[in-house]
């Protein structure tokens, strides 16, 4: 019977596509796939069934694009081969090992060593399969920390303003602030003097105090004078704007409730109001100084969230009402702005699409101001 197990397994591997691998399966079959990374089953390792297995796992159809826009790039079944098998039967069970070799549609050499234990029932067809494969998953946990997206033009496309995707309930922990933190730091920044500090707030009745100057910065700018002509351009009435607003009353609403709350402050006011070195240095030279100074390590800080299933969203309402913030977190006011209130959790769910932008053609000149 083992002999025949195990031809049955050098079949599943070397036989022509025109051979149903399904039917050397039992109706209820249960395949194991520690991944849990196949497209439309995320988090999904153990596929059961002839149907859900044909599709999941042994199903060619094209792949929908992911939802962060990238295309599958799947082996290509004509250029496969098989090196260092070894397989191995014994009562029940055949486990066979290989090294598998492929070229991706996309052209990318693609090698991998699988294992795969079957179980066969007294009819000869398979009812279980464990497939391990790579080691991903030790590499992620082990040595690599949480991270969730690798790709760093993945990150840099798809890191939105999230606020209804907050997970207001899961805590955040200290310890990936800082790791993130230690990250921002090796932005650029004028003479490298790193005039910024970024103030952390977990403590609920400061949350609450924020919130409360959140709130009362959004009504201040709700009922502000209208007499920017370029406002009235935005059409408010649009779906994108209407999502945009009921996303931003939703953090408005809520914004106490995130675990944690991020002030960035730069030194130097270039408003009029400081005082001491930066009083009288309000000229747009000085402006990029010290915003240039902290906005980089923010974004950088924003973006080592996204990797890890953190998110946030650049906030400036509460500069509105900046020195009661400052009052509220003891930040002198003369000598330090603020750059906005950043809320910090983790993400519900870490796929978030590209944002919607203009084409980069739209915003790209060369050479003059107004291109030929
Ligand atoms: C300088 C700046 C100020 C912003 N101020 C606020 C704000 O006070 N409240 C808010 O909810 N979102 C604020 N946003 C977020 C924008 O609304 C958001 O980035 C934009 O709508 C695009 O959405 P997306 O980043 O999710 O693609 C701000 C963004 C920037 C860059």
């Not at 999941?56 to 939802?67: D, K, V």
Request: charge should be negative; aromatic fraction near 10%.
């Amino acid at each position: 019977m083992s002999e025949s197990n195990k031809s049955l397994v050098e079949q599943f591997f070397v036989a022509g596509r025109e051979v149903d691998r399904l039917s050397f399966m039992t109706e209820d079959v249960e395949w194991w796939n520690g991944l849990g990374k196949f497209p439309a089953a995320p988090g999904q390792t153990v596929f059961r069934g002839k149907e859900e297995v044909g599709a999941r796992i042994l199903g060619r159809a094209p792949s929908p694009p992911q939802p962060n826009g990238r295309r599958i790039d799947r082996y290509d079944l004509s250029t496969i081969s098989f090196h260092d098998v070894h397989t191995i039967a014994d009562g029940p069970y055949v486990f066979r090992q290989h090294l598998y070799k492929a070229t991706t549609t996309g052209g990318k050499p693609y090698e991998n060593v699988y294992g795969f234990l079957f179980r066969f029932t007294d009819d000869g067809l398979i009812d279980r399969i464990w497939e391990h494969w790579g080691t991903l998953n030790a590499y992620e946990t082990l040595f690599q920390g949480p991270l969730v997206v690798h790709d760093p033009d993945e990150i840099l496309m798809t890191t939105p303003s999230v606020r209804q995707r907050l997970d207001l309930e899961r805590p955040v922990d200290r310890d990936v602030i800082s790791e993130c933190m230690e990250i921002a730091v090796h932005a650029p920044n004028g003479s490298n003097q790193q005039p910024y500090r970024f103030i952390f707030v977990d403590d609920a009745e400061t949350k609450a105090k924020l919130a409360a100057i959140y709130r009362s910065a959004m009504a201040d700018f709700i009922g502000r004078p209208r007499t920017d002509a370029a406002e009235d351009r935005v059409d408010r009435t649009s779906e994108a704007q209407q999502r945009i607003a009921r996303s931003v009353a939703y953090l408005a609403e809520n914004i106490e409730k995130v675990p944690v709350l991020c002030v960035p402050i730069v030194a130097g006011r270039t408003d009029g109001h400081g005082s001491g070195a930066h009083a009288e240095r309000t000229s747009t030279f000085w402006q990029a100084g010290r915003w240039g100074s902290v906005v980089p390590a923010l974004w950088s800080f924003m973006l080592a969230l996204r990797s890890r299933g953190l998110g946030s969203a650049w906030t400036t309402l509460t500069l509105i009402r900046e020195r009661e913030v400052a009052e509220v977190l003891g930040i002198p006011y003369d000598e330090w702005m603020q750059v906005g209130l950043f809320p910090i959790a983790h993400t519900i769910g870490t796929d978030f699409r590209i944002t919607p932008r203009k084409p980069a053609e739209e915003l790209t000149r060369w050479n003059q101001f107004r291109s030929s």
